[in-house]
């Protein structure tokens, strides 16, 4: 069945270093992949996304990537702030109206001041 | 974004009691929207995805009797957790989708969330 795979499950980055977090999908049919922070014990938040015909999409400190060829994606997040300490879920999906989001495992991002 | 509410945002129960948690579109319709259920430190895994007006799709493993789905207006889902157990304690989140924007890649949106903890 469809599966995310996501790496590492945690994360302690010096603060302004850059922290990165990748993914993996099975499901070849998926073509959007959205990134999600969650702060305990609050919803996910949307981050960043990215469609399946781009291969980057940046916004401020926050980037990702996509190789849908080898079924890949990575959340890159550059000058880390104590903020940025949260939970963040990669996800695929299919574009269509029903999908359902698969999630990935979670990295727990800890931000060392 | 979009607006997505749930209530209640936390519940405590005793074992064998049923308990209602309800999500709703607070300024767009869904016609589709999805049950979570999250325990501690780990991701969320989807339970059913609820549609409008017909019967909802449960994934494998979690069962329709005992974790009620209605989906009877395009703004409201309900889940009814039957018969309460302590290990049913998690919580469960919410989310839609506005199809009027964005297409087909439209994002989804979540609810609060709602812990509930079986006594």
């Known amino acids: 069945g469809e599966n995310v795979e996501q790496h590492p499950s945690t994360l302690s980055v010096q603060e302004g270093d850059s922290a990165v977090i990748k993914c993996t999908y099975s499901d070849s049919a998926s073509n959007y992949f959205p990134w999600y922070k969650q702060e305990l014990g609050k919803r996910p938040q949307l981050i960043i996304d990215?469609?399946?015909?781009?291969g980057e999409k940046k916004d401020q400190r926050i980037a990702v990537t996509l190789n849908k060829t080898a079924k890949h994606f990575s959340l890159h997040i550059t000058e880390t702030q104590p903020e940025d300490s949260a939970v963040y879920f990669c996800?695929?999906?299919?574009?269509?109206?029903?999908?359902?989001?698969?999630f990935g495992s979670g990295t727990r991002l800890s931000i060392r001041p | 974004g979009a607006v997505v509410s749930q209530h209640p945002s936390w519940v405590i129960c005793k074992s064998g009691t049923s308990v209602k948690i309800e999500c709703r579109s607070l300024?767009?319709?869904?016609?589709?929207m999805f049950w979570y259920r999250q325990f501690p430190k780990q991701s969320l895994m989807l339970m059913a995805t609820?549609?409008?007006?017909?019967?909802?799709?449960?994934e494998q493993g979690v069962e329709k009797d005992k974790f009620l789905i209605n989906h009877a207006s395009l703004t409201l889902s309900t889940l009814t957790v039957t018969s309460a157990h302590p290990e049913d304690s998690s919580f469960y989140i919410c989310?839609?989708?506005?199809?009027?924007?964005?297409?087909?890649?439209?994002?989804?949106?979540f609810g609060p969330g709602t812990r509930l903890t079986v006594l």
């Open positions: 996800a695929a999906r299919r574009a269509s109206s029903a999908s359902k989001i698969i």
């Open positions: 300024d767009f319709q869904a016609t589709t």
């Open positions: 989310s839609a989708r506005d199809l009027a924007s964005g297409g087909s890649y439209n994002e989804q949106f």
């Open positions: 609820s549609n409008e007006g017909s019967k909802a799709t449960y």
């Open positions: 990215i469609r399946s015909n781009v």
